[in-house]
């Protein structure tokens, strides 16, 4: 059981816009950055957006962030077949004193 | 740029130790903060804990007090030991960096390939 809830899955078509959200609490994403990260299988993570709304260089601007209260999300526009991969969004939290990771969304571009 | 390269033993024995070596080139280990992070087979991502350029280090409390991060800055390498394994902890642990060096809570900006660790007898 992770500590943020994301959604299992999402999908869309090439072209279209899929957003995955990212739900969490107080304690984390409510007081703290937003961070997520893209990972194809066999791979490690790698880090796409940092601070909630912020790309690490290289980054497509397809791939923006958002936070709002305890929620965040991750928009991907114009979407790609090579964008199918694994999301997990993270964030401190305060109660911990460490991070937390969402369970992760697998984005299928059907 | 930096790059980071786990080691250790692939199989280790219930109730045994885990011990793990995160090589750092291409920068100074005694900058930033560094950390571990499992991922179970088929499964989400999990913090073990840090060790920062302050040598203070902090581990998730699901881990209790299996584990122990530390640092050798003559090698430029990090470790991880995690005592009383069991079937639980077979997963792939990556070692990362953090983004800022100031800032325990940045996103973790570089990350080691991973190395698959199974505990079996």
């Known amino acids: 059981q992770s500590v943020l809830t994301q959604p299992p899955s999402a999908s869309g078509t090439p072209g279209q816009k899929v957003t995955i959200s990212c739900s969490g609490r107080?304690?984390?994403?409510?007081?703290?950055?937003v961070h997520w990260y893209q990972q194809f299988p066999g791979t490690a993570p790698k880090l796409l957006m940092y601070r909630s709304d912020q790309r690490p260089s290289g980054v497509p601007d397809r791939f923006s962030g958002s936070k709002s209260g305890t929620s965040a999300s991750l928009a991907i526009s114009g979407l790609r077949s090579e964008d199918e991969a694994d999301y997990y969004c993270?964030?401190?939290?305060?109660?911990?004193?460490?991070?937390?990771f969402g369970g992760g969304t697998k984005l299928t571009v059907l | 740029q930096v790059q980071l390269q786990e080691s250790g033993p692939a199989l280790v024995k219930p109730s045994g130790t885990l011990s793990l070596t995160c090589t750092v080139s291409?920068?100074?280990?005694?900058?930033?903060?560094w950390s571990w992070i499992r991922q179970s087979p088929g499964k989400g991502l999990e913090w073990i804990g840090y060790s920062s350029y302050t040598a203070s280090t902090n581990h998730n409390p699901s881990l209790k007090s299996r584990v122990t991060i530390s640092v050798d800055t003559s090698k430029n390498q990090f470790f991880l030991r995690l005592s009383s394994v069991t079937a639980a902890d077979t997963a792939v642990y990556y070692c990362?960096?953090?983004?800022?060096?100031?800032?325990?809570?940045?996103?973790?900006?570089?990350w080691g390939p991973g190395t698959m660790v199974t505990v079996s007898s």
């Open positions: 291409g920068g100074a280990i005694s900058d930033y903060h």
């Open positions: 990362t960096r953090s983004q800022y060096y100031y800032d325990t809570r940045s996103a973790f900006h570089v």
């Open positions: 993270a964030a401190w939290d305060d109660s911990l004193s460490g991070p937390v």
């Open positions: 107080t304690s984390n994403i409510g007081s703290n950055y």
